[in-house]
């Protein structure tokens, strides 16, 4: 693996899929979303350009989802069924990536992760993205 802090392995929970990823700034692009979709997923996500995700392997085992506007694509292994990441509707030259599936990371590392309002979404209201709330996170004793 590069020593770059910034690029990161990620899989699959079977590990059909193997993927590496830029990050466009480190961790400091994590989040959730409200939206109806991301919210019954329940993934915290980070940042990466267009082209920051290469998949290394099982790119033929990886399905997609799409709805509503259907500008947004969700990428999942169709083994095992674990989002790994998607193409955003906000920003198309954006991809959200799962941070569960990068080696080594958990969400629960993060003891706060902003909650963006994705009910209320930019593209359809034609305003600012707005931060709903803070998930936090607090280790038992």
């Not at 990161?8 to 109806?36: K, P, Q, W, Y």
């Not at 919210?39 to 990886?62: F, K």
């Not at 069924?81 to 569960?100: D, E, K």
């Not at 994705?118 to 996170?137: E, Q, W």
Request: glycine content about 10%; charged content about 20%; aromatic content about 8%.
């Amino acid at each position: 693996m590069v020593s770059n802090t910034n690029v990161r392995a990620g899989r699959c929970h079977c590990g059909a899929v193997r993927f590496e990823v830029s990050l466009s700034d480190g961790f400091n692009s994590i989040r959730r979303c409200t939206c109806s979709y991301c919210r019954m997923r329940g993934a915290v996500v980070v940042m990466a350009e267009m082209g920051g995700v290469d998949i290394l392997q099982g790119e033929e085992v990886l399905t997609t989802y799409r709805f509503h506007t259907g500008s947004a694509q969700h990428f999942f292994c169709s083994r095992c069924g674990i989002y790994t990441h998607h193409q955003r509707r906000s920003n198309q030259n954006l991809y959200a990536v799962n941070v569960a599936c990068l080696d080594g990371m958990s969400p629960f590392d993060f003891s706060e992760v902003p909650v963006m309002d994705g009910v209320n979404h930019t593209s359809d209201t034609g305003k600012a993205t707005r931060r709903a709330g803070t998930l936090r996170f607090t280790p038992a004793g």
